[in-house]
């Protein structure tokens, strides 16, 4: 019987050891071994490949005369003023102020503007698509002009082993896989960090690309800046299929209500 007891002891020990996760699986940006390590304060240079705008997008265009600029004395801000709170409001609290305000690219690869019509702008970056409307207002104003194009901010998915997964909005033109990690909560202790999953739209389709994020070389690679649309999938690690703890106080803790388990059973059948 003794012998029973402990070879249960023992099984229950090493399933809860082996069911730790241990600190190298959950620590961002390592120098990983066999690799050139990227020392603290070395300058790493990046190309950011500027943004095609394709289906479902959402831009901001804003157009100001030259009347406009002297009645707000070149204050290209001026009207906006209103509208700025508004969004900072809308973003706190969640939601999504261009879905509203702003031109949404369609099916065919078009947005339609008050007085000018339909636009195309498709696969086109931010700067290109503010000239070919800039060329269209001009049809219509014979002044000089002040057009701006941006993005209505970043939208991306977090799925998976977030703390806080769900579809999110962003009101900046330019953010890293860290801060949108930051903006879900950051992820759980057992997601697997060295294998995340990124799913990205461009006009010829879908890519799926793997990101090892406990790699420090991560701000050297293509994906280190998210695009809009972007959905990122955190798969579990086996150690949430085994049901032990994540921590050395939560295994032990399962170690002790193993035994007690353990003991209350042989206990009773003893009796």
Known sequence: MQKYILFIFFGVFLSTFYGCVPNKKIIYLQNKEGLENLTDGKVI???????????????????????????????????????NSMVGQVAQSGGDIYYMNGYNVDKEGFVRLPMIGKVSVIDKTIEEARLVIEEKVK????????????????????????RKPGKFVVLQDRMTIFEAIAHAG???TVAKRDNLIL??????????????????????????????NDQLYAEP????????????????????????????????AIR
């Open 45 to 83: 240079t990046y190309e950011i490949p500027d943004y095609r705008l394709q289906y479902n997008d959402i831009i901001d265009v804003n157009i100001k005369t030259v009347e406009d600029l002297l009645r707000d004395g070149f204050n290209v801000l001026g009207e906006q003023t209103t509208q």
């Open 139 to 162: 049809a219509f104003v014979k002044t000089e002009l002040y057009v701006k194009v941006k993005l209505g901010g970043i939208r991306y998915s977090a799925l998976g082993e977030f």
């Open 186 to 188: 950051d992820l759980t």
């Open 199 to 228: 799913i990205r739209q461009n006009p010829e389709g879908t890519e799926i690309h793997t990101i090892d994020l406990t790699d420090r070389k991560i701000v050297q690679s293509p994906y280190y800046f998210i695009q809009p």
């Open 237 to 268: 690690m086996k150690v949430r299929e085994i049901g032990s703890g994540e921590n050395a106080a939560q295994s032990l803790a399962l170690i002790v209500s193993s035994i007690s388990a353990v003991a209350l059973i042989l206990n009773i």
